[in-house]
């Protein structure tokens, strides 16, 4: 099984980016996905989650408004649309696929940095 992050990259505040997530080898429609972020020397922290239906999803109170989750389970993939971009959203992202029973599968990141 893999999952990989794409779509990070230099951007200036207010713009926009969308990263994907892929993943191969996972009962996917059946996976929760979460996307995480670990800027430096700080902890890593779950910024927003997709139930494996799509219906429930879940976002930490910093990037409500602004961040959106959604998932194409045809492709395999879940995207995360940022909007608004501010400094502070500068991180590593990673995308989780979980499925209960199963094992947790982490993608290595893809760098965001939100700078002028």
């Known amino acids: 099984a893999q999952v990989a992050e794409s779509g990070g990259e230099l951007v200036q505040p207010g713009g926009s980016l969308r990263l994907s997530c892929a993943a191969s080898g996972v009962a996917f429609a059946l996976s929760n996905i979460n996307w995480y972020r670990q800027a430096p020397g700080k902890e890593r922290e779950l910024v927003a989650s997709?139930?494996?239906?799509?219906?429930?999803?879940n976002y930490v109170d910093s990037v409500k408004g602004r961040f959106t989750i959604s998932r194409d389970n045809a492709k395999n993939t879940v995207y995360l649309q940022m909007n608004n971009l501010k400094p502070e959203d500068t991180a590593v992202y990673y995308c989780k696929a979980a499925q209960i029973g199963r094992p947790v599968y982490w993608g290595r990141g893809t760098q965001v940095t939100v700078s002028s």
């Open positions: 997709i139930a494996g239906g799509g219906r429930r999803t």
